[in-house]
């Protein structure tokens, strides 16, 4: 059973716009997964009937292989924890402490244990020293970790992260793949985020969706994926950096192997130095 699974999924806004065109995605356990797009593809709409905020026009969504009702919607989002691209829409306590503390709390956990998830995912996100601010006086990169920190404080099983790079500085984008990764690792997360900035994805996910007006029009892992630049031209995204790189060179003749992560990237630019010196 996958932990969430759409089928046939049609969604249409008022105004009779396609939102989404019969996708078919899913989500296996404890895997890191990529759903790539340009602005208005679907990402969004995908993403909020994961835990119920859209309803589908038609086709289905399956949490655990059960299509969410009225009856198990709390449990779902128990389950699923979403993180919208506006953290404004997610933020409202007086102190980020609170904030990441309301949650927990409202699932009537005790106080020590609401303690222990709060510190915990201060901690993964990388802002404990942010505790006792104001959130609305952060920057948008800081509220973002603030609003993530709060959803990841509810312990759910699949974390979905709508743009999170979007509004982050570097070191900002640095921290969330290493904590993406950890999640992963260390709690078994499977976490879903969405992204069109490409050049990031090999180093945070195993699997990769990419959508294009409202479809889905490919899926498979890094090499599947990006091994294909008319399949991402024509979505209007591009190849990351290093596949890139390492394409050219071989069509020019060099002996590099591809790569697509940066320390393989860096192994088989080694290697190749090396035959050649
Ligand atoms: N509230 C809305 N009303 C009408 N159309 C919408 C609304 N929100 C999104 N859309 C349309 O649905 C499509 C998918 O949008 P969205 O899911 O936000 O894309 P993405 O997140 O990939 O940028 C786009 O064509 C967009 O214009
Ligand atoms: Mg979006």
Redesign the pocket.
């Known amino acids: 059973m996958h932990l969430i699974e759409t089928r046939d999924l049609t969604y249409i806004?008022?105004?009779n716009?396609r939102?989404l065109d019969r996708v078919h995605f899913i989500a296996p356990r404890n895997a890191r997964i990529a759903v790539i797009?340009?602005?208005?593809?679907?990402?969004?709409?995908?993403f909020k009937h994961f835990n119920g905020i859209f309803q589908p026009t038609s086709g289905s969504v399956l949490v655990r292989g059960e299509p969410i009702t009225r009856e198990n919607i709390r449990e779902v989002r128990r389950f699923v924890g979403v993180v919208f691209q506006n953290p404004d829409d997610q933020i409202f306590s007086p102190t980020v402490e609170q904030d990441v503390a309301f949650g927990p709390t409202n699932l009537g956990l005790d106080e020590e244990i609401v303690q222990h998830r709060v510190d915990e995912a201060l901690r993964v996100v990388g802002i404990e020293h942010l505790r006792d601010r104001v959130p609305h006086h952060l920057s948008g990169g800081e509220k973002k970790r603030v609003a993530i920190a709060g959803v990841i404080a509810m312990e759910p099983q699949v974390l979905v992260l709508?743009e999170p790079t979007a509004g982050l500085d570097p070191q900002g984008v640095h921290d969330l793949v290493g904590f993406i990764n950890s999640l992963s690792r260390t709690y078994g997360m499977t976490v879903i985020f969405?992204t069109h900035d490409v050049s990031l994805v090999p180093e945070v996910a195993d699997l990769i969706y990419v959508?294009d007006r409202?479809r889905i029009v490919a899926e498979g892992d890094c090499q599947e994926i990006f091994s294909r630049p008319d399949l991402l031209f024509s979505a209007r995204l591009d190849v990351p950096v290093l596949p890139k790189l390492i394409s050219s060179l071989r069509e020019q003749g060099v002996d590099i192997t591809m790569a697509y992560t940066f320390t393989e990237a860096e192994r088989n630019f080694l290697a190749a130095y090396r035959r050649s010196a």
Do not use: F, I, Q, R
Request: no cysteine; proline share 5%; charged share 10%.
């Open positions: 806004y008022p105004g716009v939102g797009g340009s602005n208005g593809a679907g990402k969004s709409t995908l709508d969405s959508m409202g």
